[in-house]
C-alpha cells in the first residue's frame, strides 16, 4: 500500500498560481502511475492529470491543458501540479492517486486539499 499525502493548497485571487505536492511514501515505485483528481462542491470528482513512471507520458483534461503541468521526482517520492491562470471554476479539493502499471483502478488516494479561486 502506498500512503499519498497532498499539499500546497489554498486561496489565490483568479490569474494566480498554485503549486500542489504529492508526497508518497510506503510501497512506492517509480513505475507508478500518479494522477491528480478533483471534486467541486455538487459534482463528481474529474480527472485533471496523469503522469506515467519516466514522467514522459503526462495526460490532461482538457480543461486544464496549457494551464497545469505534471512533474515527478522520483528520487523525492513526489509529484508536482502547477497550476497557472487559475480561475473560480478550479475551485476544488484536489486529490492525488497512484495506480500500477498493470492496474485499470486507482488503488491508493490521498486525503486532499483546497485550492480556493476567488474572482
Known amino acids: 500500500q502506498v500512503q499519498l499525502v497532498e499539499s500546497g493548497g489554498g486561496l489565490v485571487q483568479a490569474g494566480g498560481s498554485l503549486r500542489l505536492s504529492c508526497a508518497a511514501s510506503g510501497r512506492t515505485s517509480s513505475r507508478w502511475i500518479v494522477g491528480w483528481f478533483r471534486q467541486a462542491p455538487g459534482k463528481e470528482r474529474e480527472f485533471v492529470a496523469s503522469i506515467a513512471g519516466s514522467g514522459g507520458d503526462t495526460y490532461y483534461a482538457d480543461s486544464v491543458k496549457s494551464r497545469f503541468t505534471i512533474s515527478r521526482d522520483n528520487a523525492k517520492n513526489t509529484v508536482y501540479l502547477q497550476m497557472n491562470s487559475l480561475n473560480p471554476e478550479d475551485t476544488a479539493v484536489y486529490y492525488c492517486?497512484?495506480?500500477?502499471?498493470?492496474?485499470?483502478?486507482?488503488?491508493?488516494w490521498g486525503q486532499g486539499t483546497q485550492v480556493t479561486v476567488s474572482s
Open positions: 492517486a497512484a495506480r500500477g502499471i498493470t492496474n485499470v483502478s486507482w488503488s491508493d
